[in-house]
Each structure stands twice: as structure tokens, then as C-alpha cells.
């Protein structure tokens, strides 16, 4: 598909007018939906096995696949110890649950699973383990089990989204509240309304605001998120043309990572961007959303291969010119030159703006904080994961830098460092133009 030009905005050699217009996500083909009846004889084979135990009074066993070696145990009742018997009875309510699910044709969230006997689960967590353990040992994803965790994905922008009994789903909200993604398997087609980009955010909501005084005339959403970001309307009024914004809250659902996906397959021309904290788990919700976590490898179509990181970066928080060429015997203590100014938003052609760090005079280092031993912790283990595959390595390489970085400054900052700086929706609008030009070059 090629992309469309939009006269309105300047190319002069850039082709920065970049649209995907009136387009639309094709029905799910159900070929590639495991089979219903395929999941129901795997049950089905299970609760035969336990009922032949039960009629000769030999003890009763649920076999399971570990999702970390492989390898099945089995889970047995009676047991001498409680801890495996509570098991036993969990799984084998979530294969009753689920089986009946099937068989109606139905859909069941596992917070309703949950309800059903807290005492006997005793957490949501529990659940959620228990459900994605039998789907792996189905060798199968979540939602052929026919249980879907309560989505919690939130989009806005010029899109809409039809559900399996017709209904059409609005979402461009008026209201900052963004509009709730229905489950994955109720969406039927989707479509995309001359959309230019797609943002993915960390964060719905700032739960803990910076005490800096900026923060006082901003109102009761701080711009680096995602409720701030529809308030403001950046999602319309943006430089580069109207996007679509998205949020998972945090580190992303099963379902809105397939829609992601979903919409990453039916449109190869859209720019997808991710906005996550400067720190290790920011690093690491983006690469969730980007490769898929391995405690859920076994899912299929939840990955979004193309989802480039837009910021903030290091260059971002301390300014440009602290991205030089890391040497081997850098010392961490003078890698940083205090009287460096942060980023310049000044536009390519266009005469130099103050930075909104020099407007507020506001210095980055007041937005920093140190690494704790558990951010340094996730560091190296990133670093270990991504430099350990050659693939990730090569497609990783701004990843690695940035953690070390990370580590040898022991230094993270939040989203909210470049809003305090001045203004996101400028820093946005500016690295979108970027970013978009460079990937058209």
C-alpha cells in the first residue's frame, strides 16, 4: 500500500506527509484459530483419565507442563502435601470452567474465574498462572481455552473498531478518558481514519507527580501520559497529522498486544512508536510489547516487531551533546558535564527556539534519580538477554547503549523530565517530525 500525500504539511524532499487513509483490518480467518473441538478433546482426555483413576482407586493426576524447563509434572490427588491437593482442585475447576466455555461458545475473563472460589485460589495472580500453565501445556494461547483476561488496553484517535455482533466502536473520545479496547477475539475489522502515526504509552495516569513547580499549571494530568496526552488533544492537533494513541497501563495485556499486532500486519506503512520511562523497566515494557515476554512465548501474534522507540532517550534528559562514543575506560563519574544543556527543539531550517529547559530554568539533573539495586538488576539482565541473541543484538543496538548509559551515569528519569523541561507536546512533535523524516530517507 502506498502512502498517500497530504499537501498540507511541507515535504520539501522529506516526505513527511505520510497517511494511512479509510483502510481497514480484514475479519479474523478463522483457519488460523486453533480448534474448538481440538482444546475440548484435550480436556476431555484429562477428566476420562481422572474419572478411570477415581473408578480404581488410584490417585488422581493432572499432568502440566513447566513454562520455565519444559518438562511435565504431574499434580496429584491426594497428596501429602496441600499446597500440590489446592492445585489439583484449582486446575481441574479452570478445565470444568473452560470446557463449559467451549462448549456454549462463550467467553469467560479469568477475574470472573477468580470470583467463583477466591478462597480456593486465594489470588488473581494464581489464576493467571494456572490458566497460561494449562495453555502451554496445550501448546496452545490463552484465549483457545476460551478465558480472556478483563482487557485493559485504552486507544484513542481517528479509528474505529467493529464488533463481532455489528456494532461499530468509536475511538476518539471527547473526554480524556480514552475508550476501553475490546477483547481480541470480539473485534472483527478495524479501521484507520488518514492516520500518520501510532504512539504507544507507558503510562495512563501520573500516580506520582514530580513536586517541581511546573508541575503546579498543568493540570490534573501531567502531559507524559496517556490521559494528558488525549486531554490536550495531541492525538488531533499534532505537526505531522492526526496518530492514534495507546496505553496498556504499564506493562501490556495479552489482548492489546495482538491488537497491536493486529494492526502492525494489516498496515506495513504505519509508524509505531513507543514513549516509556529512561529507566530499566520502561526499557523492558517496550521491549514486552516488542518481542513478547517469555513467560508467554508460547502466544502467537502478540509481538510488534516494528515499534521503534521514540524517547526519552539519554540525549533527551542531559542534552544532545552528551552523545558521544562510550569508550571501555570511561569513568562513570566524568561522563556527565553539569553545565551541558538539555535538548534544543529547534526545528531543521528553521531559527534557533529556546530550549524549555532554558525558558523555566530548570536544570535535568533535578529530574533524575539513581538507579535502585533492583533497577541495575533488570539492567544487566536485559543486557544479557539482548546482546545474547545476535538478532536482538543488531536491531537492539540504541537498547544497549542507553542501558549503559543507564548504568554508568546510575542514573534514570521518568517521562515526565522532558514535560518538566517544558513542554512534551513541543518535544513530541519535533521527534515525530524526526523520526518520520529519517525513516523516509
Not at 70 to 79: H, I, R
Not at 223 to 238: D, I, M, Q, Y
Request: aromatic share 6%; net charge neutral; with cysteine.
Amino acid at each position: 500500500m502506498e502512502p498517500l500525500r497530504d499537501s498540507s504539511l511541507p515535504t520539501s524532499g522529506r516526505g513527511l506527509a505520510f497517511a494511512i487513509h479509510h483502510d481497514s483490518i480484514a475479519p479474523q480467518d478463522h483457519r488460523s484459530i486453533p480448534q474448538t473441538s481440538i482444546v475440548i478433546a484435550k480436556i476431555e482426555d484429562i477428566l476420562a483419565t481422572i474419572l478411570a483413576a477415581l473408578s480404581e482407586s488410584r490417585v488422581l493426576a493432572i499432568p502440566i507442563r513447566s513454562r520455565r524447563t519444559g518438562a511435565v509434572q504431574l499434580v496429584k490427588f491426594p497428596s501429602s502435601r496441600e499446597a500440590e491437593a489446592n492445585k489439583f482442585t484449582a486446575l481441574l475447576q479452570i478445565l470444568h470452567v473452560s470446557h463449559e466455555a467451549l462448549v456454549a461458545g462463550t467467553v469467560i475473563t479469568k477475574r470472573a474465574i477468580y470470583y467463583q472460589n477466591p478462597e480456593l485460589f486465594g489470588s488473581q495472580r494464581y489464576v493467571d498462572q494456572l490458566v497460561d500453565d494449562i495453555a502451554f501445556t496445550f501448546g496452545l494461547g490463552r484465549d483457545a481455552l476460551s478465558i480472556v483476561a478483563t482487557s485493559k488496553g485504552l486507544i484513542a484517535g481517528a479509528a474505529s473498531v467493529t464488533i463481532n455482533n455489528g456494532s461499530v466502536l468509536c475511538c476518539n473520545p471527547e473526554d480524556s478518558q480514552g475508550v476501553l479496547l475490546p477483547d481480541i477475539r470480539a473485534i472483527t475489522s478495524v479501521h484507520l481514519a488518514g492516520i500518520r502515526w501510532l504512539l504507544v504509552i507507558e503510562k495512563e495516569v501520573n500516580l506520582f507527580a514530580s513536586p517541581h513547580p511546573s508541575n503546579c499549571a498543568k493540570g490534573p494530568y501531567n502531559k507524559a501520559t496517556f490521559r494528558g496526552l488525549v486531554a490536550s488533544r495531541f492525538h488531533e492537533t499534532a505537526r505531522v497529522g492526526p496518530g492514534i494513541l495507546i496505553t496498556a497501563k504499564g506493562y501490556p495485556d495479552l489482548s492489546t498486544r495482538k491488537f497491536l499486532h493486529k494492526v502492525e500486519t494489516a498496515f506495513p506503512m504505519l509508524p509505531i512508536y513507543g514513549l516509556v520511562d529512561f529507566d530499566p523497566d520502561g526499557i523492558k515494557i517496550m521491549l514486552t510489547y516488542k518481542h513478547g515476554s517469555q513467560s508467554l512465548r508460547h502466544e502467537e501474534n502478540a509481538t510488534l516487531h516494528r515499534l521503534a522507540w521514540i524517547g526519552p532517550r539519554s540525549s533527551d534528559v542531559f542534552g544532545d551533546d552528551h552523545r558521544r562514543p562510550l569508550s571501555a575506560d570511561l569513568n562513570p563519574m566524568s561522563t556527565f558535564d553539569h553545565s551541558l544543556q538539555p535538548f534544543s527543539l529547534s526545528e531543521p531550517g528553521s531559527s534557533p527556539c529556546p530550549s524549555p529547559c532554558q525558558t523555566t530554568g530548570f536544570s535535568p539533573i533535578k529530574v533524575t534519580l539513581p538507579l535502585k539495586a533492583v533497577d541495575r538488576k533488570l539492567a544487566v539482565r536485559l543486557l544479557t538477554v539482548t546482546v545474547g541473541k545476535d538478532s536482538r543484538c543488531t536491531e537492539n543496538l540504541d537498547v544497549i547503549r542507553e542501558l549503559q548509559i543507564m548504568l554508568l551515569l546510575n542514573t534514570k528519569a521518568e517521562i515526565q523530565a522532558v514535560d518538566e523541561a517544558g513542554d512534551l507536546s513541543v518535544w513530541l512533535d519535533y521527534t515525530l517530525r524526526k523520526e518520520l523524516t529519517e525513516s523516509e530517507n
